[in-house]
């Protein structure tokens, strides 16, 4: 399912504003996948206006060895059925 999971190359193309989900924050939006950061470049905007970063493979601390916890959605925590053109979008 998830294997080998590379998540850079999955949201490189996202809009920003793409939503996602973590079970740490609940609903998040993609800020910005950055190519110079090896080990968080992915940032998301958390839904107090602050943000924070994930692996290439969803974990929040690359240290340790963790799982991924950033997902397409609350219901879907499967990466290889991501589609961003299909995403639904959230109310306010």
């Known amino acids: 399912m998830n294997e080998n999971l590379d998540l850079t190359k999955i949201l490189k193309d996202c809009p920003k504003g793409t939503k996602l ?10 800020v910005k996948v950055h190519s110079h950061d090896e080990n968080l470049p992915i940032e998301v905007k958390l839904s107090s206006n602050t943000f924070d970063c994930f692996s290439n493979d969803g974990r929040i601390f690359t240290e340790f060895n963790g799982e991924c916890i950033l997902f397409p959605s609350r219901e879907q925590r499967d990466w290889s059925k991501f589609s961003p053109n299909k995403q639904p979008k959230r109310e306010k």
């Open 21 to 30: 989900y973590s079970p740490l924050y609940g609903d998040v939006e993609l």
